[in-house]
């Protein structure tokens, strides 16, 4: 399946899964650029940097079959399988984030509003009863497997 017919697909946990890997760049970014306040946005920021790193390993599954990672963290990993728990994930991360407006409003909000889109993204995905799809340029489909 090529990219244009996996966004054709309407299959929003695709949809979840691409706005993911957006997710993770944004992450990181605006992390980096918030770790310079001198206030409690570091640590709003240290916890979007966790998030971004988090996020690539659960949106890029290649990288858990070529990284070497821990058993732990492998089965904390696992327990995303489902567009529920992805949804809930998303969705925690999304309102730490929200909560950084609590003390002033910095380029957390754009992390924010991704991470609740992605969000919505797999509940939609979960609420149509769609089986979560992993998107094959991003490792998914037995990519990591042909690897190892």
């Not at 770790?35 to 988090?54: N, W």
């Not at 998303?90 to 730490?96: P, R």
Request: aromatic fraction near 10%.
């Amino acid at each position: 399946m090529t990219l244009a017919e996996e966004f054709r697909s309407r299959n929003f946990s695709i949809y979840g899964q691409w706005l993911g890997v957006i997710c993770i760049i944004l992450c990181i970014a605006v992390g980096i650029a918030n770790l310079f306040h001198l206030s409690i946005i570091i640590l709003f920021s240290i916890i979007c940097l966790i998030s971004g790193l988090v996020l690539i390993f659960l949106e890029i599954p290649l990288l858990l079959r070529i990284c070497p990672t821990s058993e732990k963290f492998d089965v904390f990993m696992r327990r995303f399988t489902t567009n529920y728990m992805r949804a809930a994930m998303y969705g925690t991360m999304s309102v730490i984030q929200w909560l950084s407006l609590i003390h002033s409003a910095t380029s957390l909000i754009a992390a924010a509003v991704m991470l609740l889109l992605a969000g919505l993204c797999y509940l939609f995905a979960a609420l149509k009863h769609q089986d979560f799809a992993g998107s094959k340029t991003l490792g998914g489909h037995g990519v990591a497997q042909m690897i190892v």
